[in-house]
């Protein structure tokens, strides 16, 4: 069964970067995409952004600034970098495995169906 | 401020069913597939009904999904006390280079 262990630094100052890392176990990265989604507190989800086992990313608009999403096939990894945080990126993060459906026209991205336990984000001064 | 629209809470009573909106737009709902998460309280989110209507294995038949045009619901009938939960719907979106977007999720409570 595959299962997503992730983990990364809690606490964090206005302006320092966000470093979190997601392993996947009993599985392959292969086949399907790597999402990262994260929700303030009291708040609903938000979709960070997404790869590939080929390094193939898609990122929210609203972050893809600040955002770096990648891989690491060697160890079955993949890692979220969000640069100058501020308290409004106070939230716990999930990563999560999407499934994908190829068609004849290309690939459908399905349900997150996998799911890690959550890191919670702390900035603060 | 979600894209996708949800009711803040829902309630019913044991046995009961009730259901819960989720409205969209043509780049989300209008064409793509509808998603529903279940997040218990303190615990990640699962997922509960994919591509509109379809229940993942270990997924009573009491939940059920449906969708038309560029809104979807979640149905729970025969509501027990473990149901209290949020519960979120998603879709990809596909304005801009795509991405997901969700609801901002509804707090079911049985009383």
């Known amino acids: 069964q595959v299962q997503l262990q992730q983990w990364g630094a809690g606490l964090l100052k206005p302006s320092e970067t966000l470093s979190l890392t997601c392993a996947v176990y009993g599985g392959s990265l292969s086949g399907y995409y790597w999402s990262w989604i994260r929700q303030s507190p009291g708040q609903g989800l938000e979709w960070i952004g997404e790869i590939n086992h080929s390094g193939s990313t898609n990122y929210n608009p609203s972050l893809k600034t600040r955002v770096t999403i990648s891989v690491d096939t060697s160890k079955n990894q993949f890692s979220l970098k969000l640069s100058s945080v501020s308290a409004a990126d106070t939230a716990v993060y999930y990563c999560?495995?999407?499934?994908?459906?190829?068609?004849?026209?290309?690939?459908?991205?399905?349900?997150?169906?996998?799911w890690g336990q959550g890191t919670m984000v702390t900035v603060s001064s | 401020q979600s894209v996708l629209t949800q009711p803040p809470s829902a309630s019913g009573t044991p046995g009961q069913r009730v259901t819960i909106s989720c409205s969209g737009s043509s780049s989300n709902i209008g064409s793509n597939y509808v998603y529903w998460y279940q997040q218990l309280p303190g615990t990640a989110p699962k997922l509960l009904i994919y591509?509109?209507?379809q229940r993942p294995s270990g997924v009573p038949d009491r939940f059920s999904g449906s969708k038309s045009g560029t809104s979807a619901s979640l149905a729970i009938s025969g509501l027990r006390s473990e149901d209290e939960a949020d519960y979120y719907c998603a879709a990809w979106d596909d304005s801009l280079s795509g991405l997901w977007v969700f609801g901002g999720g509804t707090k079911l409570t049985v009383l």
């Open positions: 999560a495995r999407e499934d994908i459906v190829v068609t004849v026209a290309g690939y459908i991205h399905d349900a997150f169906d996998i």
């Open positions: 591509r509109n209507n």
